[in-house]
């Protein structure tokens, strides 16, 4: 399928975008499609994160790799906006991330596991919430697998993780808007639409 073309430009809403879903759905594969498609557009937030860099990852740009000390010590000065243990790991959005993309007139990409999804809407942060699900868990486990960057340990406590996820997304009025990443042009089209379309008089 050809790729979008939209013209890169800021969405009329704004506010942070968080995005969330089981491990190995796609979020990512989204949210750089989204960035690729609309460059200068979208900023993600780099969470720091005491889990060992995969293949390719690079240290500031996916994410501040830190050891549990000082994880621990950013999170006792309240340097996080908030932070959550997942799969053995913690992981935590610094506090200056929404303010920086603002200044720099982008809009900022959380990507997030469930608990700093709570955490998020207790600050009173304006955002939007998205939540990416897979068509079925059988997928979901051939997606996490076929990544390659799990020990089977990892993949077991993710896919235990995702029911959780799953069974919080049922909950009414937590997101906004609820995207099944079957075909992934067209899930990343209903992710555009919903990025761009106005925002909603409360
Ligand atoms: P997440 O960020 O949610 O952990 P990733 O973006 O890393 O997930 O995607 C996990 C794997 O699934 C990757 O190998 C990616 O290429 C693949 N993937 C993503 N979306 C789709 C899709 N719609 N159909 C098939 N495979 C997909
Ligand atoms: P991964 O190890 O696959 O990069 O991420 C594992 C999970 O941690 C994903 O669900 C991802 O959304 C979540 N995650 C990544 N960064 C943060 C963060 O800063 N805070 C929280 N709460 N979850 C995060």
Redesign the pocket.
């Known amino acids: 399928m050809a790729p979008t073309t939209t013209p890169s430009s800021l969405p009329p809403d704004t506010r942070p975008l968080v995005i969330s879903?089981?491990?190995?759905?796609?979020?990512?594969?989204?949210y750089n499609l989204l960035f690729t498609r609309h460059p200068s557009t979208f900023v993600l937030s780099v969470s720091c994160t005491t889990r060992s860099p995969r293949p390719g990852e690079v240290d500031g740009v996916h994410y501040r790799f830190v050891t549990p000390e000082q994880f621990a010590s950013l999170a006792s000065e309240g340097g996080f906006l908030e932070h959550a243990q997942f799969g053995g790991n913690r992981y935590g959005t610094p506090k200056s991330v929404v303010e920086e993309a603002r200044d720099a007139g982008k809009v900022v990409v959380l990507?997030i596991e469930m608990e700093g999804v709570k955490q998020v809407k207790a600050t009173g942060v304006e955002a939007r919430y998205v939540f990416?699900k897979p068509p079925s868990e059988e997928e979901l486990e051939r997606?996490?697998r076929?990544?390659g960057t799990e020990k089977e340990e990892s993949i077991q406590k993710r896919l235990r993780q995702a029911k959780l996820e799953l069974e919080y997304a049922d909950t009414p009025g937590v997101h906004d808007k609820i995207i099944v990443?079957?075909?992934?042009e067209r899930?990343y089209k209903e992710l555009e639409e919903f990025v761009y379309k106005p925002r909603e008089e409360a």
Request: glycine fraction near 24%; charged fraction near 30%.
């Open positions: 879903g089981p491990s190995g759905v796609g979020k990512g594969t989204l990507d990416v997606r996490l076929g990544r990443n079957d075909d992934l899930a």
